[in-house]
């Protein structure tokens, strides 16, 4: 897996927004080709997103903005989300799962996996993060290669229908 440092750059500067102990996020776009998952871009929450202490709901049409651009910027579709746990962990908890689950078992979304990311800080308010690989049977930690830029496209590309069904989901966490 590998993510370029634009989208690393983004997660980072918009996760800063979480200092104030609300939850903040976006959608994940990239390749999941069969040499490897490449996160390409990595999206805000729009300006009309809702932030809560344990609840984020991002601005679908922000998100739906987001995706048509990078699909045609570089084919990239929607592969996963991330979002912060300001005073939490940096894993899914039971609510974050269930939500990847939804997604996995969906059959018009069409995933085999599911990339998230959650964001938090470390003791020197730095902003750190921890990338996770969902299926349907497992959760595996992952450490993505970073990327100066994005790589070219290559390999199959999801279908407009998938591509477009990224943004109809929110991120919804309750205490």
Do not use: C
Not at 110 to 129: E, M, N
């Amino acid at each position: 897996m590998t993510i370029t440092d634009v989208a690393l750059s983004a997660i980072a500067r918009e996760a800063l927004r979480s200092a104030d102990g609300l939850e903040t996020g976006g959608i994940l776009l990239g390749n999941d080709a069969t040499d490897g998952i490449d996160i390409r871009h990595a999206g805000g929450p729009g300006p009309n997103a809702t932030r809560g202490e344990r609840t984020f709901m991002r601005d679908l049409d922000h998100a739906r903005r987001l995706s048509d651009y990078a699909w045609s910027e570089d084919r990239s579709q929607w592969i996963g989300e991330w979002h912060t746990h300001p005073t939490g962990g940096l894993f899914p908890s039971e609510v974050d799962l269930h939500s990847y689950m939804r997604h996995l078992h969906d059959p018009e979304l069409g995933f085999d996996k599911f990339v998230a990311i959650i964001a938090g800080f470390d003791s020197s308010a730095r902003v750190v993060v921890a990338t996770w690989l969902v299926e349907r049977d497992r959760i595996l930690p992952v450490v993505p290669e970073r990327l100066p830029t994005a790589p070219p496209v290559n390999g199959p590309h999801a279908s407009d229908a998938v591509r477009r069904a990224a943004v109809t989901e929110e991120h919804k966490e309750t205490p």
